[in-house]
């Protein structure tokens, strides 16, 4: 589905963003990317979109270079970015304008969205609220049918019956053929939803593995006392106590919270690369 390979990237001389940044992503899954503000994430995604432009190295989707803007790639592609525009019609118009360029753009399911998510069918778009566009413009994108569907901080706006609506509707909505990245900081919105996960720091992607890797690799248990650091891969101060990190080594699968997980990665990126390397190395 998409190939990076060796991408370099700078806004301006001397203040690289990427360089040598390599990643695959198949078909079929729902990637959450997380970061720290300005770790590079909407730049990532534009790239990805072609609304931004490599300096050097591959960057491929589908087969296709975003930046050349094929008709091919883009009738397979919606991106919803945090801030967008939507011009001053009617959704119905919408629809008549914009469905065209999107050849298996299905109404009856744009409908079922749109009713789902209650927006009225005569709203005028420039009427409706932030959420409310934002609920719109998610139930266009996935009507679309289109092959790759990236969002950028899509529970921004909504509330919290919508979040759990639209978790429930992206669910439904994959298949083996798509792709959905999802870009948040809104961890705990997304949890059960995203797999795998790709955390993003200073350009880098420093952590990229499936959730069942993750629970391979990794146990969370919570403890009333604080432990020492020394004893321990990563902890933190939770209601009740303290969530533990550690490698499992015995092979019980425990959750995993995604901000603990994040924290983690962030805090104790050199640890959990020796975990993750030495098991992949042993199970080869």
Do not use: W
């Not at 729902?30 to 990532?44: D, P, R, S």
Request: hydrophobic share 40%; net charge negative; glycine share 8%.
């Amino acid at each position: 589905m998409i190939q990076i390979n060796q991408m370099f990237f700078e806004y301006s001389k001397g203040q690289n963003l990427f360089e040598k940044l390599s990643l695959e992503l198949a078909p079929g899954n729902v990637y959450g990317l997380l970061g720290k503000n300005g770790a590079g994430k909407t730049t990532f995604l534009k790239l990805i979109a072609g609304l931004l432009f490599p300096i050097s190295g591959e960057c491929k989707v589908l087969g296709f270079k975003p930046g050349e803007r094929s008709p091919l790639l883009l009738r397979e592609l919606f991106f919803i970015p945090e801030e967008f525009y939507l011009p001053p019609v009617k959704i119905a118009e919408y629809i008549k304008l914009y469905a065209p360029f999107y050849p298996r753009f299905d109404s009856a399911l744009f409908n079922t969205y749109r009713h789902d998510f209650q927006l009225p069918a005569q709203a005028h778009l420039s009427g409706l609220s932030y959420g409310q566009k934002k609920k719109f413009l998610i139930a266009f994108g996935l009507a679309t049918n289109s092959r790759l569907l990236i969002l950028d901080e899509p529970t921004n706006g909504l509330d919290i019956p919508t979040k759990s609506q639209f978790r429930k509707i992206l669910a439904g909505s994959m298949n083996d053929e798509r792709t959905f990245i999802i870009s948040t900081h809104q961890v705990r919105d997304m949890e059960n939803l995203i797999d795998p996960i790709i955390i993003l720091d200073e350009g880098e992607i420093i952590f990229n593995a499936s959730l069942a890797e993750v629970t391979d690799y990794l146990s969370v248990t919570l403890q009333q006392d604080e432990p020492k650091p020394d004893t321990v891969l990563y902890y933190e101060k939770v209601l009740g106590g303290y969530a533990v990190m550690n490698q499992n080594t015995n092979g019980i699968d425990t959750k995993i919270d995604l901000e603990i997980l994040f924290n983690a990665v962030i805090n104790k990126r050199a640890e959990i690369d020796k975990i993750f390397h030495k098991e992949v190395q042993h199970a080869g």
